[in-house]
């Protein structure tokens, strides 16, 4: 491999030709080689936003020269486009400000950009970092890529969800079925009552998580260093959040507290904990479904899912729920991000939080993976969910807990009794009832009736 020599405030450093970055990423791409996850491309998009918005608010304000702004929104531009995607290899085990990270972006911007122009025109730290520490810049990716992601990917997903469920809904409508509680007979409910249930905890959780975006609309730029905005000039602040609401179409505003937003992740991990309550209840529909559809013969056995693939490599024939397993292992996933996010949101010592990289990266995922999974499990499950009338039928007539349309007839106590003689003699319930004597056949045929218990 061919090196160039790069320098930079701590010497002289051999980087690969043919690429983009310079010294500090070369060094931080040397002294972090800690195990497989790199910087999401998500958050470098973000960067890219950041620093063309950023380059735009220094010319507004007589700080940038025009000819550089258009070059760095130029590279901007390419990288948001994914022409430079290899050009950022940094690990997310680094400075926990993520300082490097932002070094590998103004590198490169810098150097694409003068090779676009012909020569040094720019340079990664006066000209693209201007007006920025990466103690405001890390921050304000984050809070970018965060509330980008969850719109365009999770939101999405999620509503597509919703209506398959109330397409379901509609289908089913009429078909009654024992209800279950403590994984015991219950009283009857129609199996669309059963899906609304799944379909109200979507639209709660989808409600929840448009509610927590708000505290990441809010941006750190402009707090620099520890959050005094050193070198930052008047109204650059206000003038980047502008320039970022105009890139992204959505509305972003300065952090009112900008040693908050420099020191704390609270935004974040609120934020996450709407994800984790809909991993929570995804994990629980997932679950039902796989319990219903249980069997074919030997479990409940109520509803018919798609059979996608062999489920044994020693069991001919056997099928098994890989989609509800697959979504409860993601959920499983996001609420352990959950607890690395709030931990790292603990450590945010005096000025500045630390732990940025890992906590970015852990939330991304989770937004990755619930927004992949919703549309995995809707397409190869959920869309083909059909209702096994016949065993819903039966399940249902077989149930003791129809007993409790008795009651205001013949009482608590013996409605119970009616019930444990109907289980303990194996009989039905209107034979138990007829034999205690607590109503004769034809009275019985007139309070029985299971279509009016839901």
């Not at 220094?58 to 390419?78: F, S, T, Y």
């Not at 993520?98 to 810098?110: D, F, K, L, R, W």
């Not at 970018?144 to 398959?164: F, N, S, V």
Request: glycine share 6%; net charge negative; proline share 4%.
């Amino acid at each position: 491999m061919e090196y160039r020599m790069e320098r930079d405030s701590m010497g002289e450093v051999r980087v690969p030709v043919g690429v983009y970055w310079g010294a500090q990423t070369q060094r931080s791409f040397e002294n972090f080689k800690i195990s497989t996850e790199k910087i999401p491309l998500e958050i470098i998009y973000a960067f890219a936003i950041l620093k063309k918005a950023v380059a735009q608010a220094n010319l507004r304000l007589g700080k940038l020269h025009e000819r550089k702004c258009a070059l760095i929104g130029e590279v901007c531009d390419e990288i948001l486009a994914g022409k430079l995607d290899d050009q950022f290899p940094l690990a997310v085990w680094q400075t926990g400000s993520g300082t490097q990270s932002n070094m590998n972006v103004n590198e490169v911007i810098a150097n694409r950009g003068n090779e676009i122009a012909g020569e040094p025109v720019l340079h990664p730290n006066d000209h693209v970092n201007m007006s920025q520490s990466s103690n405001d810049t890390f921050p304000t990716a984050m809070h970018i890529a965060a509330t980008l992601e969850t719109k365009k990917q999770l939101l999405p997903a999620l509503q597509r969800m919703i209506d398959e469920l109330m397409r379901l809904e509609e289908e089913n409508k009429g078909i009654i079925k024992t209800g279950r509680t403590h994984l015991q007979d219950a009283t009857p409910i129609t199996f669309s009552q059963e899906i609304s249930g799944w379909r109200n905890m979507l639209e709660k959780a989808k409600a929840m998580i448009e509610i927590s975006l708000t505290g990441l609309q809010e941006l750190a730029l402009g707090g620099t260093a520890v959050g005094t905005g050193l070198n930052a000039p008047k109204g650059f602040a206000e003038a980047a959040a502008e320039e970022v609401s105009k890139l992204t179409g959505e509305r972003f505003i300065t952090a009112e507290n900008k040693f908050h937003a420099l020191t704390a992740k609270d935004e974040l991990v609120f934020a996450h904990g709407a994800l984790k309550a809909l991993a929570a209840n995804i994990m629980k529909i997932a679950n039902d479904v796989r319990w219903l559809a249980s069997g074919p013969r030997c479990g409940l056995g109520e509803i018919f899912i798609p059979e996608n693939e062999p489920g044994s490599s020693i069991m001919p024939g056997k099928v098994n729920p890989t989609q509800c397993e697959a979504m409860t292992m993601a959920a499983v996933q996001v609420m352990a991000n959950d607890t690395a996010i709030g931990i790292c949101a603990s450590q945010g010592n005096f000025e500045l939080n630390v732990y940025m990289p890992v906590c970015i990266y852990n939330f991304l995922q989770s937004v990755r993976l619930l927004a992949d999974g919703l549309d995995s499990f809707r397409i190869h499950c959920v869309s083909g969910i059909q209702a096994n009338k016949e065993k819903m039928d039966e399940n249902l007539h077989r149930s003791l807990m129809l007993v409790t349309c008795l009651n205001p007839h013949i009482g608590y106590e013996n409605a119970a009794k009616t019930a444990k003689k109907a289980y303990h003699d194996n009989i039905s319930l209107k034979e138990a009832c007829v034999a205690l004597e607590f109503l004769t056949e034809e009275e019985f045929d007139e309070v029985f009736r299971p279509e009016n218990m839901v």
